[in-house]
């Protein structure tokens, strides 16, 4: 399920990732898997990894899925994370969300 968004126009930033997600809150990891993102060309999936994807919970949020450019080390299922930059894009009424990278708080 996507969280639905506030109605701002504009590309992936940090202002509008803190909108939704509370920096002041945890974060959990949900995701024991990675899921692939491949690349397309001409209208049909190609062999090369374009991102990857995991999903997350925070209290008082619908679970949200974030993009990864490179692959990140997913921690285990449960444990409360950081991410590395995080961003978010609102495109029609869902809101989408990615990172450079994550880390396990300790």
Same mark, same amino acid.
Do not use: H
């Given at each position: 399920?996507?969280?639905?968004?506030?109605?701002?126009?504009?590309?992936?930033?940090?202002?509008?990732?803190?909108?939704?997600?509370?920096?002041?809150?945890?974060?959990?990891?949900?995701?024991?898997?990675?899921?692939?993102?491949?690349?397309?060309?001409?209208?049909r999936p190609t062999s090369k990894i374009k991102?990857? +994807?995991?999903?997350?919970?925070?209290?008082?949020?619908?679970?949200?899925?974030? $993009?990864?450019?490179? +692959?990140?080390?997913?921690?285990?299922?449960?444990?409360?994370?950081?991410?590395?930059?995080?961003?978010?894009?609102?495109i029609q009424y869902n809101v989408y969300f +990615?990172?450079?990278?994550? +880390?396990?708080? $300790?």
């Open positions: 399920m996507a969280i639905k968004t506030k109605y701002r126009k504009g590309g992936y930033s940090t202002t509008t990732a803190n909108d939704y997600v509370n920096p002041s809150k945890p974060v959990y990891s949900l995701s024991t898997e990675l899921e692939e993102q491949r690349a397309f060309e001409n209208g991102a990857y +994807k995991a999903w997350f919970s925070q209290e008082g949020l619908d679970p949200f899925q974030v $993009k990864f450019e490179e +692959k990140p080390e997913l921690p285990s299922y449960m444990s409360i994370i950081e991410f590395d930059t995080l961003q978010a894009c609102e +990615k990172a450079n990278g994550i +880390k396990e708080v $300790k």
